[in-house]
């Protein structure tokens, strides 16, 4: 369940920044797919990696399992990736110039290069791209804060049974929840509001 969560975290938040899809099975076989995947999974491990240089700062001269190395490598790698997909939007830009948009959803990099327009020296590449890492960061911690509500209500079996009874009500059977549903459902907030405490 972890990994889909994590993959379903990480699908929501690029569709938001970039309008694409990098996790799926329609984009399995995706060449810029994979090499997203590959990169969050080497920032993943380099993050929680062990640096003994931390601790012991003379260590940084040898760079003792390499973790700098290997840390400058994907921050190069994360970071030509992101100018990418900047880039990218820059010159699908440039094209819908003239065609208004098409009925096309903005994604953040689309909104933050039109802001670019009136202010560049602050919304340049580096700080979209920084921007971009922290929605990635935050869509860590929604995973992690789902997998603890799931946790947290299948071991409290009541709670769960009065919130589905509560959406049953509300919702129904026959459509999926809506945002508009959401002020109609206070026991369901309060879980939110818990767990996100």
């Not at 003994?52 to 030509?80: C, H, T, Y």
């Not at 689309?110 to 869509?139: C, F, N, R, W």
């Not at 009874?165 to 509001?193: F, H, M």
């Amino acid at each position: 369940m972890k990994s889909r969560l994590f993959e379903l975290s990480f699908s929501i938040v690029m569709r938001m920044v970039s309008g694409k899809r990098y996790f799926g099975a329609e984009v399995e076989d995706s060449k810029e797919a994979r090499e997203f995947r590959l990169l969050i999974r080497g920032i993943f491990e380099l993050s929680g990696a062990s640096n003994p240089a931390n601790f012991v700062p003379f260590l940084r001269w040898i760079d003792v399992g390499k973790v700098e190395k290997k840390m400058s490598r994907i921050q190069k790698k994360m970071d030509a990736f992101l100018q990418g997909l900047i880039d990218e939007k820059r010159s699908d830009q440039d094209k819908q110039a003239s065609e208004q948009n098409g009925g096309k959803t903005k994604s953040m990099i689309d909104s933050m290069l039109g802001l670019q327009d009136s202010d560049p020296v602050y919304y340049s590449d580096e700080i979209i791209k920084g921007s971009i890492l922290t929605m990635l960061g935050a869509g860590t911690d929604t995973s992690v804060t789902i997998e603890w509500t799931m946790s947290l209500l299948l071991n409290h079996p009541k709670v769960l049974d009065k919130a589905r009874a509560e959406i049953d009500t509300i919702v129904g059977d026959n459509r999926l929840a809506d945002e508009p549903d959401i002020s109609k459902l206070p026991y369901l907030q309060n879980i939110i509001n818990d767990v996100g405490t």
